[in-house]
């Protein structure tokens, strides 16, 4: 496809269950950025990768939360053992260079009960 | 603590009206960007600001980068009832990192 593909579009889980979030990005994009965005606020910073391999994860919240990426394309980011505290919309971005725009996926709506 | 701090974090104004978004960090930016989302989107570039005090002018509206390109502003001349929306700034710094700015939610009432 021509966009940032995210999906599920929205997850409701049960608190303690855990979740796997997907991205595809558009081709040719190297860089890959996770944002976690609760209800009227902004972008909070997760994890962003560089091809494969991720330089910055300072923003994941816990150690229930990793992201992969592999084949320079498909993210993945996972919560395990889900809280209420979890419940955001999360985003995927990505972008060609440093300085150049980032292209958003319209997020993954999670609501943890 | 918000590396970019965004001020106001609410505007309500009528049709016709200008307004004034800030965005002002104490870190230097190679570059700056203001987005807007709408509900259930992600956000959308309006444009990129790289050299200190540079303006750009997107129809009605105009972004100014600070000449220490630290801070920036976005400026709408007689806004319409589509401006309304989430604007957000956002700065790259070390690497490829890129931070946002908590937001404006911006409300033009018809």
């Known amino acids: 496809g021509a966009g940032v593909s995210q999906s599920p579009s929205n997850k409701v889980t049960e608190k303690g269950k855990d979740v796997e979030l997907r991205c595809d990005p558009i081709s040719g994009h190297t860089a890959l950025y996770w944002y976690r965005q609760r209800l009227g606020q902004g972008l909070e910073f997760l994890i962003y990768?560089?091809?494969?391999?991720?330089?910055?994860k300072s923003g994941l919240p816990s150690d229930r939360f990793s992201a992969e990426r592999t084949g320079e394309s498909v993210s993945t980011l996972t919560i395990q053992r889900t809280q209420q505290e979890d419940s955001a919309v999360y985003l995927c971005?990505?972008?060609?260079?440093?300085?150049?725009?980032?292209?958003f996926g319209n997020g993954t709506r999670l609501t943890v009960t | 603590t918000q590396l970019l701090e965004q001020s106001p974090q609410f505007l309500s104004i009528q049709e016709g009206e200008n307004l004034t978004v800030y965005c002002n960090s104490s870190s230097v930016f190679s570059s700056l960007q203001w987005y807007r989302q709408e509900p259930g989107e992600g956000p959308v570039l309006l444009v990129t600001v790289v050299t200190g005090g540079e303006v750009k002018k997107l129809k009605r509206l105009t972004f100014q980068f600070g000449d220490a390109r630290k801070d920036s502003s976005l400026h709408i001349t007689a806004a319409q009832t589509g401006d309304t929306g989430l604007y957000l700034c956002a700065g790259d710094g070390v690497g490829y990192k890129l931070s946002f700015g908590a937001g404006t939610t911006v409300t033009v009432r018809a």
């Open positions: 990768f560089q091809g494969n391999s991720a330089p910055d």
């Open positions: 971005a990505g972008r060609q260079l440093r300085n150049s725009p980032l292209h």
